[in-house]
């Protein structure tokens, strides 16, 4: 989702900066408890909508 790894020319793995940016950012809020899990993988999207409200 955050993350966007590639090679460049030389065959080194990198990664972009916003996307480790974003990672801190969901790390950041799943330890300060702002997240919330999802525990039914068949929930439509008008119940997951319901649950953010």
Known sequence: MYRH???????K???KKEAL???VE????????QVKQVEHSQMTIAQ??????
């Open 21 to 23: 940016k974003g990672l």
């Open 13 to 15: 793995r990198k990664e």
């Open 48 to 53: 997951w909508l319901d649950m953010l409200v």
């Open 26 to 33: 969901v790390k950041a809020a799943l330890l300060n408890g």
């Open 5 to 11: 790894k590639y090679y460049d020319n030389l065959g």
